[in-house]
């Protein structure tokens, strides 16, 4: 029997023996499912064999998460039962046949059933009766190779307008738009969100608790009804023959309409457990095309707008498709493309709209993720490349210096820190100038480093600058150093949209005279008209991208080389607030070097964290205006700004107004949510850290905010919609005073996702340990929420792909130490392709 599927039952019949813990190996089943997933892929002998790895996959990964001992057991019965099936199908000594891979295994004989040795058979329909059309298997053949017939590269057609499609007009060309689609090559990457494989459907009778899943079958009834008052629930009854299964969407009445008795349909979603039974809740759902099910295609789903239906989108993608993917220009090396056996990149773009098979759609893929990477990774070796091109100021670094600056200090500072302030003095002791990445937690001392940073520069003969993201910000920074260094006989400045005209003409004056040391403020700091006589040190306390627009800018303030027109480009620190794990910071931030404070300073309180239900807010209610009529302040965030009719979550803005009116109206309560304008939630801000509000009321834009150290009261509405990284992030905004602190979690959705994400914060105060927890919760896409600023947005790679990933960061160092500006005729393709890539990022040199 093949490894992967004999290993794959020892797996299990352990996992059975331990009482179904989860503890069959080290790191969990879904550990194990990492690794295994590839392997069991490259030993699949059919298309079958491929499906129900990706089916058993699906179910591993998602093990952990399972409710109990009783799930567990389902999951793994049905994974060996799947696995006898596939022996009595292919026989027990079944192997893979060879296949072409870099390193091929020796040539086996693959064993294969007789022909008269079928598949338990499954119940047959009526020719005429379509109704509850049964599922039949496609019988196994190997999957011949696809082919694309070879066309002159024509990226000037592909930069076509929509409408020199056939049959786009105005009104599609404008709704493509709406999907991101501007040009024929931009439409072609809009990519199918899911597939109907409709060679390998799953009959309802087979489904198993928790496995992502298609199926098809008929309505045979549809109801509608009100639940909590304003709420709508429709539910169907789907039949297929084999059985029935109840399907539930939340808060689309208009779903009633359309989902009549009769209606032959199409459902895509996850298996879930209610009262006992397998359930649907919200899948992905159209009507059947009889056709493709009779052809046993690989059917593409597309994302839709308004005025856009499936079936004229697949007409438009099919006609694209056929008439231009031969003519995308292939834009990797031949040599990395066979090195790493990938798809021609014309080929893959075809397969991975209308593949031939699950093979050539996997193959397809591959090319296009790697592609992905690729871009990313030449971006970011081209950034960081260009940044080392330029001159530095090498700082010259006296001991004496670090040793006044600890005797300012009225505390000791931890290992982390000294570890962070060596490595940055290494930096600034080069002439490369320094481009740092300075991570971490919440409240571990990121900016006593910036400071020690500060005044080393200082003190070898340059000026130092501070960005923060917001005036009050710059404020707070300015107020903390300016007491701590100024003992040192540094002079700094504050400089915002907000200081007055003539304090600001004098502050010019100084820093161009070199008379102030160090100026805090906002990005102001690199406009024309402020200029430094001799900027040796930037830092920028914002947890996004530097951009290379204000690269550009700080590199022009740097110092003057001799009185030559070459500027020295000043050294980098950029501060990030938000703890992104480990396995991502080389993808994210591949053109900066990566310092980590990972210790918090001794006697810093714990954050008491509780997870409170729904029927439980009236209790943190109170909680909060104790704590107010004790003299401490509160927050209370929401999820989102306004209603929706898509998720039910409180608007801020009208809950605002009810509690200040229902609740809490002896109190004062400010806003501030997204919506507002800038010195509108500067305001805001402002008064409740002067304590002329009691409680702030506020959506995601207090997540990295000011330090208010008189505030212990953190209640987040919707808690389970927000991911852990974030939720940590606003339990921060508390905890800053001398006063104990508390986070209160409201969830209003206990589904066993959100338990598991609300129960590891409520056991930790350890920011890396909930973002690595989150990104294995709810995997890269949400964990990052909207696209960081400067990263590109990826639309089929995964950031956690660490093995693909390594493999394009490696071919685009060597790329770029043999072609550093992409400038040989063989890379012409390729260097536009890098262009346009990180062009929407704004992030492009």
């Known amino acids: 029997m093949a490894r992967a599927f004999s290993r794959l039952e020892r797996v299990l019949d352990l996992e059975a023996q331990q009482g179904y813990q989860n503890k069959a190996v080290v790191g969990g089943i879904r550990q194990f499912a990492v690794f295994w997933v590839e392997q069991a892929r490259e030993e699949a002998v059919d298309e079958a064999d491929k499906a129900f790895v990706e089916q058993t996959s699906e179910v591993l990964m998602d093990y952990g998460r399972l409710p109990g001992t009783e799930a567990r057991q389902k999951a793994v019965e049905s994974i060996k039962a799947g696995i006898q099936k596939r022996k009595e199908r292919l026989g027990e000594d079944n192997t893979p046949p060879k296949k072409e891979r870099r390193q091929p295994p020796p040539k086996q004989e693959v064993k294969q059933a007789p022909p008269q040795q079928k598949q338990e058979p499954e119940p047959e329909a009526d020719e005429d009766d379509e109704d509850d059309l049964p599922i039949k298997r496609e019988e196994t053949r190997e999957e011949e190779a696809p082919t694309l017939p070879w066309a002159n590269p024509d990226p000037e057609g592909l930069s076509q307008s929509l409408q020199s499609i056939k049959g786009v007009g105005p009104k599609i060309a404008e709704n493509l738009n709406k999907l991101g689609a501007n040009t024929i090559w931009e439409l072609l990457y809009i990519f199918p969100r899911r597939y109907d494989d409709y060679s390998l459907m799953k009959p309802i009778k087979d489904l198993v608790y928790g496995e992502q899943v298609t199926i098809i079958g008929t309505i045979w009834e549809t109801r509608s009804r009100k639940v909590r008052g304003t709420q709508t629930l429709v539910q169907s009854i789907i039949n297929d023959g084999s059985g029935s299964v109840q399907v539930t969407w939340f808060n689309q009445p208009w779903l009633a309409e359309k989902l009549k008795a009769g209606l032959q349909i199409v459902i895509s979603g996850k298996t879930e457990l209610y009262l006992g039974r397998l359930v649907f809740n919200s899948p992905e759902w159209e009507p059947l095309s009889i056709e493709p099910l009779k052809t046993r295609r690989i059917v593409p789903v597309y994302p839709l707008t308004q005025g856009l239906n499936s079936n004229k989108m697949r007409d438009i993608m099919r006609n694209t498709v056929n008439r231009w993917t031969p003519h995308i220009p292939e834009t990797l090396p031949e040599a990395i493309r066979k090195r790493q056996d990938l798809y021609p990149l014309p080929l893959a773009v075809n397969q991975v709209h209308f593949p031939q098979g699950q093979k050539a759609l996997h193959d397809a893929r591959r090319r296009i993720v790697f592609d992905e990477l690729f871009l990313l990774q030449l971006g970011m070796q081209s950034f960081k490349q260009e940044w080392q091109s330029h001159s530095g100021q090498p700082l010259l670094v006296e001991t004496a210096v670090l040793d006044d600056f600890r005797s300012t200090l009225p505390y000791t500072l931890t290992g982390a820190q000294e570890r962070v302030i060596g490595e940055i003095i290494t930096d600034l002791s080069q002439n490369i100038p320094m481009n740092r990445l300075l991570q971490g937690d919440v409240g571990s001392g990121k900016t006593v480093v910036a400071a020690a940073a500060m005044v080393v520069a200082v003190k070898a003969g340059v000026q130092a600058a501070l960005m923060a993201p917001t005036e009050i910000l710059a404020e707070q920074h300015f107020s903390g150093l300016s007491n701590l260094l100024t003992p040192l006989g540094i002079n ?94 080389l993808s994210l931030y591949g053109d900066l070097d990566f310092s980590v404070l990972d210790e918090l300073p001794p006697g810093r309180q714990e954050i008491k ?59 004062k309560l400010g806003l501030v949510h997204g919506r507002l304008k800038a010195n509108e939630k500067e305001a805001a801000m402002r008064a409740f850290y002067a304590g002329e509000t009691n409680i702030l009321v506020a959506t995601s834009v207090i997540e990295v905010g000011v330090d208010v150290p008189n505030s212990t009261v953190m209640i987040i509405e919707g808690a389970n919609r927000f991911g852990l990284a974030q939720l940590h992030q606003f339990r921060g905004r508390v905890g800053r005073g001398e006063h104990q602190s508390y986070c209160l979690l409201i969830a209003d959705n206990e589904s066993t996702e959100a338990e598991e994400r609300l129960s590891a914060l409520e056991k930790t105060n350890d920011g890396f340990a909930l973002a690595e927890k989150d990104l294995e919760i709810r995997g890269p896409g949400e964990f990052f929420g909207r696209r960081q600023s400067g990263i590109p947005e990826l639309q089929m790679a995964s950031i956690l792909d660490m093995e693909m990933l390594a493999i394009a960061r490696q071919e685009a160092e060597l790329l770029i130490q043999a072609d550093p500006k992409l400038e040989k005729e063989e890379h012409h393709y390729l260097q536009a392709r890098v262009q346009k890539f990180w062009e929407k990022s704004g992030d492009i040199s």
């Open 492 to 585: 700094v400045c504050l400089l915002t949209g907000s200081t007055p005209a003539a304090e600001k003409e004098q502050i010019y004056a100084g820093l161009a005279d070199g008379s102030i040391h160090i100026a805090i403020g906002t990005h102001a700091l690199i406009q024309e008209g402020v200029n430094f006589q001799k900027l040796g040190l930037a830092v920028i306390d914002e947890q996004h991208r530097f951009g290379v627009d204000q690269r550009q800018a700080l590199r022009e303030k740097g110092a003057v080389v001799n009185g030559s027109e070459e500027t020295i480009t000043p050294h980098v620190l950029v501060m990030s607030a938000t703890p992104i794990p480990r396995t991502l910071a």
């Open 609 to 667: 964290t509780r997870w409170l239900r729904t029927s439980e807010r009236e209790r943190a209610y109170a909680f909060a205006r104790r704590q107010v009529e004790a003299g401490r302040q509160a927050y209370i965030i929401y999820p989102l700004v306004e209603e929706s009719d898509k998720i039910d979550a409180k608007a801020a803005v009208e809950e605002h107004e009810r509690l200040q009116t229902q609740v809490f109206p002896n109190l």
